[in-house]
Structure formats: structure tokens, C-alpha cells
């Protein structure tokens, strides 16, 4: 089991990698192409070129493509110091430093570290509701299978996969915030330690079309997964010995249906908590998604660079804890 | 009670010794149409596949009965401040879903001609993901050995990327340069490699899983021991066998795909303007989500009935498909 997990962590940190390496080159030689450099960020408009050369210079950017990677990868675990050459223009990045946004003239990592809990409060929200959603419904609709309700609940579901959850968002709020019931201010952020009211209330829509569209995902997964184990062979064993149809499903029916949405759920969340993008964006949500998508627009590398690879480490790790909990839970899987 | 069950097998003994000759073989497809034609909610999605694939086809055509056009600034229609003159975004006979506000374009054309966008984009990152998995799948699964590895490590490494992140950067450095800008060509064949490219990987995995254990049956030891080419095992032995599967799949990619162009051009990188997509016209409505909320419900429900529309037929395929399935 050490020795599984100890692999596994290593093939991660191949995996992360490959993917901060692509990453850097495509931003790299990207503006190369298209004629623009980091440094105009930090030297504001129509700078001199002398000054743009010399700024590209104390930050490294002149510098060949694949020092200036080894440098950044040594900033993550030594920290690294930027200087434009004057003395004002010193900038301590500590470790571990995912570079520095000369747009927000802040470290990434600050930056990462302030939007995170943004998107924690989103995905972890979510995750319960259509947790508790989509695995009831989906219970319910494979137990009665082919009864009003499992039709209805399946319409449903079929709907919810349809949906776009920037028409959902804007759907809800119409409904909710800008039509002709205000029932919700319109949504600003605030952390729950602050203000837990205004925390929920700019949340809960985000919740709410975040989870539809997975709790939807999940009662489909859930009745395929139940209605194929309630046709094996040891339930109908089970059922002829005599047990009680409560029992049977609770006892043998369910665990065996539900062990695959642990593999599911895992990556589903891991990929969430690198920044529910679309989320984000209709509910103007500070997250790491938001951050991203507007690092994209200000073509601000660092932040794009430590966001992605922040992302990729979630969905690695979420893989890893996946598959181990899987071998927990289900005893015909055995880890080597 | 009991006469209805003692002559019932009389009755139909002979009725099936005449049916014989009919019962004996019928191919996989054969059963899987039989079951197609009967699942009326599958029949409904194709219903509605056609339909959007007539309206993405005859757009310039349905534009000019209603005489409008998707560039065409109908001023006229809004008021001093430049929303739409009236309620559902100034909906009439002229503007069957009325006018946007600010520049005053038609609606109605510009869903329609969203179709195409949408359509097109979507079908053919299908192709290429599809393309994609199904060659390295079975690569992968036939050949093995390094190969093998090769194809599994860089699917597991794709699969780690955050996609849809990469896909906007990869977007948004290709739109700096003027070249792209100009042309909507190129445009849209860039938009098919960023959405059709990432996605390979899902299928690939499960045509290498399908390959890997068709390669084992005793068809696949027959062809070789007559003698046939690795290129006839390929082509004529295993492809058939896998055709139920890659159907089935890109049904359900291409629904997917065109989701991905919507959410893409929602946030502002897809197919660039004047061009009309329907994430592009969602994104601009939100501006006016509290005066002109019909305008936000047009591109929307087409996104959605679209989607849908490929969702109920693809369920209806993977259905008939099924071997577990009752015929």
C-alpha cells in the first residue's frame, strides 16, 4: 500500500510536469508569435523600447526559453527575488514561487492563495447538494423503474445534462435577483468568517446551477449503476434466501452500485476545485476560475502558468485518492 | 383459467415452425434499427437533429422569407436609449424574436445562423476525436508493447490537463494575430482542433479496452492462421466489430462538442464577431438580463434543444445497441 501510494505520487509530479512544460512553451513562444511581452505589463503603455529591453532583462526574459524554465521551477521550492534594477523596483517572491504578476504586482501564489477559498466554498457547496441529489434521485428512479416518478426524474436528468450552466446561472438569476421578484441581492462575495449571510446569498445560486448539472450527471449514473447490479446473480441469491427487500438494497445492492461514483465524484470535484470557470464567470465569483479567465484576457503569464498547474495537481491528486479509496472500499480491488 | 393455457401452445406451435426461417439470422445492426424504430423517444431526438441541421442548411434561405439579415443594424426597432421599442425584445412579424439592444441586429437571423457555426464546429471536432481515439486505440490495444505504453502515458497526461483553461489560452494567443482575426475559416477550423483535439483520449481508452480483448477471440487466431495481413485483421476482422461502439460514442461527443463551442464563445474566445455564435449572443445578453430577459431565453433554449436533441438519440442508440437489452 506504501509503496502504491509512494508510486503514484511520483508519476504525479511526471504528470505535473509535462503539463507546466507545455504550458510555459505554448506561453512562451505565443506572444514570440504575436509580438508582445510580458513586460509591457509592467512598464504600462507605449514604454520605450529601451526600457522594455531592459526590463525583459532583470526579469530574465531575455534570456534562453529553457533556463528561464529551470529558473521558475527553482522558484517554486527555493522562492526567487525579481528586480527591475532601481531600488523600489525589488520584489521578494517567497517559496513556493509560481512567479510574480507584474500586473497585480503581487506573487502568484499570494494571489492563488487569496481567490482559492472562493472556489473551495463553490465546489464544496455544490458537491453536497448534488451529492445528496443526484444519488437519491437515482436511487429512487432505479427502485421504481419505469413508474411516473423514474419517468419524470429522467426527463429531468435529461434536461439538467442538456443545460449549459451559464444559461442555468443566468435563468436563476433572472428568477431570483434581476426579475420582477427580488428574492437575493444581486451577488457580491464575502468570506464566510466575515459575513456568513452575504457569503451564502452570493453562493447559493452558484450552488444551485452548479449541482443541477452534476446531480443530473449523477442520478443517470446512479440508476445505470443500481439497475445493473440489481440484475447480478447474489442479489437474487440474496433475495431467495429470504432477506427483506430493505435489506437487500442497503445491505448488498447499494454498495456495490454506488463504489463507482467515488471514482467519479473524486476527479469531478479535483477538477472543480481548479476553478469552476463558467461558474465563476456568470455569478462574477472571485474564484481561481475567475482569476484564470481574466489572467487570459491580460495575457498575464505567471498567473496563468501557476493556475494550471495548480489545477493539474488537483485533478492528479484527486486520481490518486480516488484509487486508493477505491481499494478501501471495494475488497475485490487490491493496490501493488 | 386453465383451458386459455392448455391450448395456447397448440395454437401457437405451428405458427412458429412457419416463422422458422425468419428467426435464423439477424445482425447486430439489424436489431439494434429494429429497436431504433420502436423508441419513440429516440425517434423524437431525431426528429429534432434534422430539424437544426435544416435550419443550420437553409439559413440564408429562411432569412430571406422573413426578410432580415444576421449583420444588418435595424436601428428603427429601439428606443432613445437603445433598447428594444417593446416587450420580447420587440418580437413582430419583421423580427420573429424581436431585436439585441444597442446595435439593433435581428435575432432570429443570428440564431439561425448560429446554427450553422454551432453545427459545423461540433461535427467536426467529432471527426477528429473520434479520428483520433479510434487510431490510437487500436494502435494501443493491437500492438502493445511500447506502443502501448507511449499512447496510455499520454492519454493519462491529456486527461490531467485542465482543459478547458488550456483551450482559451491556446485561443486567446492564436486571436492576437491579425491573420486569424480576418478570417472566419480559420477561425473555425482552430476552434475544431482546440475542442476536438483534447477530447481523444476518453474514447481512445475505451477502444483500446475493446481491442484488447477482441484481439484475443477466436475470429482474430482464424484470419491469422489463414493467412491474412495485419492491415485485413484490422479493417476487416476488428473495425465492424467496434463500428456499434464508435457510433454510439460520437452521438454522445457531439453534443458534448457543441456545448464546448457555446462555453468557449460565451467567454469570448470562440468564432470572433461580427460572426454569430449562440455562447457569443448568451454572453452579450447578460448585459441586459433585468430589460430584455427574451433575448437571454433565444440562444439559450437553442443551445439547450440542440444538445438535447443529440442526448435523446444518442441514449436511444447506446440503447438499441445494448446486448444486455431485451429486443
Known amino acids: ?336 | 383459467m386453465t383451458a386459455p393455457l392448455d391450448t395456447a401452445p397448440l395454437d401457437d406451435a405451428p405458427a412458429v415452425a412457419a416463422a422458422e426461417p425468419q428467426i435464423a439470422g439477424r445482425s447486430l445492426g439489424q436489431i439494434a434499427w429494429g429497436r431504433l424504430r420502436r423508441d419513440k423517444v429516440a425517434l423524437v431526438g431525431a426528429g429534432m437533429i434534422i430539424f437544426f441541421v435544416l435550419v443550420a442548411i437553409f439559413a440564408p434561405l429562411l432569412c430571406a422569407i422573413f426578410d432580415v439579415d444576421p449583420e444588418t443594424n435595424y436601428t428603427d426597432q429601439l428606443d432613445d436609449l437603445g433598447f428594444p421599442d417593446g416587450p420580447w425584445a420587440n418580437a413582430s412579424w419583421d423580427h420573429p424574436f424581436g431585436v439585441e439592444p444597442g446595435l439593433g441586429r435581428d435575432i432570429f437571423a443570428r440564431t439561425v445562423y448560429g446554427a450553422r457555426y454551432s453545427l459545423t464546429i461540433a461535427l467536426l471536432a467529432t471527426v477528429l476525436t473520434v479520428g483520433l481515439g479510434v487510431v490510437a486505440g487500436i494502435i494501443a490495444g493491437f500492438r502493445g508493447g511500447w506502443m502501448d505504453t507511449l499512447i496510455s502515458r499520454s492519454m493519462d497526461i491529456l486527461l490531467a490537463f485542465p482543459v478547458l483553461l488550456f483551450s482559451i489560452a491556446a485561443l486567446v494567443i492564436v486571436g492576437q494575430a491579425q491573420w486569424y482575426k480576418e478570417s472566419v475559416l480559420y477561425q473555425i477550423l482552430f476552434m475544431t482542433f482546440v475542442i476536438g483535439f483534447f477530447g481523444w483520449p476518453y474514447i481512445g481508452r475505451i477502444i483500446r479496452g475493446q481491442v484488447l480483448s477482441l484481439r484475443e477471440k477466436e475470429f482474430v487466431d482464424a484470419a491469422r492462421s489463414l493467412g491474412a495481413s495485419t492491415n485485413r485483421i484490422l479493417f476487416k476482422e476488428l473495425l465492424p466489430n467496434l463500428l456499434p461502439i464508435i457510433l454510439v460514442y460520437s452521438t454522445l461527443i457531439i453534443p458534448t462538442n457543441i456545448l464546448a463551442e457555446a462555453a468557449l464563445s460565451f467567454l469570448g474566445v470562440g468564432l470572433q464577431p461580427p460572426t454569430p455564435t449562440w455562447g457569443q449572443m448568451l454572453s452579450d445578453s447578460r448585459a441586459s438580463l433585468q430589460l430584455v430577459p427574451s433575448y437571454v431565453a433565444v440562444p439559450g433554449m437553442a443551445i439547450f434543444l440542440c444538445v438535447l436533441a443529440f442526448n435523446l438519440f444518442g441514449d436511444g442508440l447506446r440503447d438499441a445497441f445494448d446486448p444486455k437489452g431485451t429486443q
Open chain 1, 1 to 336: 500500500m506504501f509503496r502504491y501510494i509512494v508510486r503514484r505520487l511520483l508519476g504525479a509530479v511526471v504528470v505535473v510536469f509535462i503539463v507546466s512544460l507545455v504550458t510555459f512553451f505554448l506561453f512562451a513562444i505565443g506572444p514570440k508569435i504575436t509580438g508582445s511581452s510580458p513586460a509591457y505589463l509592467y512598464v504600462g503603455k507605449n514604454p520605450t523600447p529601451e526600457l522594455v529591453a531592459a526590463i525583459e532583462k532583470s526579469f530574465g526574459l531575455d534570456q534562453p526559453l529553457v533556463k528561464q524554465y529551470a529558473d521558475y521551477m527553482k522558484g517554486i521550492v527555493a522562492g526567487r527575488t525579481f528586480s527591475d534594477g532601481t531600488p523600489d523596483g525589488v520584489r521578494e517572491c517567497p517559496a513556493p514561487c509560481f512567479g510574480y504578476s507584474f500586473r497585480y504586482k503581487e506573487p502568484v501564489w499570494t494571489l492563488i492563495k487569496d481567490r482559492f477559498p472562493v472556489t473551495l466554498s463553490l465546489a464544496v457547496g455544490a458537491a453536497i447538494l448534488w451529492l445528496v441529489l443526484g444519488l437519491s434521485v437515482g436511487i429512487l428512479s432505479a427502485l421504481k423503474k419505469g413508474t411516473v416518478v423514474d419517468r419524470a426524474a429522467m426527463i429531468i436528468a435529461l434536461a439538467g445534462v442538456s443545460l449549459p450552466v451559464y444559461f442555468t446561472g443566468l435563468i436563476l438569476l433572472y428568477v431570483f435577483v434581476y426579475g420582477p421578484i427580488r428574492f437575493l441581492p444581486p451577488p457580491t462575495y464575502k468570506p464566510l468568517t466575515e459575513n456568513p449571510v452575504a457569503w451564502f446569498q452570493s453562493l447559493i445560486l452558484a450552488w444551485i446551477a452548479l449541482a443541477f448539472l452534476y446531480a443530473a450527471l449523477y442520478a443517470r449514473l446512479t440508476r445505470a449503476n443500481m439497475l445493473d447490479t440489481m440484475s447480478e446473480d447474489y442479489i437474487r441469491t440474496a433475495v431467495s434466501k429470504g432477506l427483506t427487500r430493505r435489506k437487500v438494497i442497503s445491505k448488498h445492492a447499494l454498495r456495490a452500485a454506488l463504489t463507482p461514483i467515488i471514482t467519479i465524484f473524486g476527479l469531478d470535484l479535483g477538477a472543480l476545485l481548479g476553478g469552476a470557470i463558467l461558474t465563476e464567470k456568470v455569478f462574477s465569483l472571485p474564484g481561481l476560475g475567475y482569476l484564470s479567465i481574466d489572467a487570459i484576457d491580460k495575457q498575464d503569464l505567471p498567473v496563468i502558468m501557476g493556475v494550471t498547474i495548480v489545477a493539474a495537481l488537483f485533478i492528479v491528486l484527486a486520481n490518486i485518492i480516488v484509487d486508493v479509496l477505491y481499494g478501501v472500499v471495494d475488497p475485490r480491488v487490491r493496490l501493488s
